[in-house]
Nanobody
Framework: QVQFVESGGGLVQPGGSLRLSCVAT????????IGWFRQGPGKEREGVAC????????NYVASVRGRFTVSRDSVTKVNYLQMDRLEPEDTAVYYC?????????????????WGQGTQVTVSG
C-alpha cells in the first residue's frame, strides 16, 4: 500500500507563504498523479490541487487558483504545494494522495488512504 508523509505546515500570518512537501512510498509507477487535499475545522476534506501524470498539467480549485502551485521534483520525486498569499480560510490539515481524479475544479481521491497530514494555520 502506498504511504504518504506530509510536512512543511506551520503558523503563518495572512498574506504569508508556506511550502508543503509530500513523499509517497510504495508507488510502483514513477508517473503518478498527485493530489493535495485539506480538511478545515468542522469541514469535509476537499481537493485543492493536483498534478496529472500523463502530461504534468496542474489543476486547481477556484479558491486556491493563482495562489497555490503544485509541482514534483523529477529527481527526488518529492511532491510540493507552494502556497502564497495565504488566507485564514486556508487553515486546515493538508494531505496528499495518489490515485486521484485530477480535472479543473474536480479533484477527488479514489482511495481512502491518507497520511498523518500537516497542519497549516493562517492567523494573526
Amino acid at each position: 500500500q502506498v504511504q504518504f508523509v506530509e510536512s512543511g505546515g506551520g503558523l503563518v500570518q495572512p498574506g504569508g507563504s508556506l511550502r508543503l512537501s509530500c513523499v509517497a512510498t510504495g508507488v510502483t509507477n514513477d508517473r503518478y498523479e498527485i493530489g493535495w487535499f485539506r480538511q478545515g475545522p468542522g469541514k469535509e476534506r476537499e481537493g485543492v490541487a493536483c498534478l496529472k501524470a500523463n502530461d504534468g498539467t496542474p489543476n486547481y480549485v477556484a479558491s486556491v487558483r493563482g495562489r497555490f502551485t503544485v509541482s514534483r521534483d523529477s529527481v527526488t520525486k518529492v511532491n510540493y504545494l507552494q502556497m502564497d498569499r495565504l488566507e485564514p480560510e486556508d487553515t486546515a490539515v493538508y494531505y496528499c494522495a495518489t490515485d486521484v481524479i485530477c480535472t479543473t475544479d474536480i479533484i477527488i481521491a479514489l482511495e481512502n488512504n491518507w497520511g498523518q497530514g500537516t497542519q497549516v494555520t493562517v492567523s494573526g
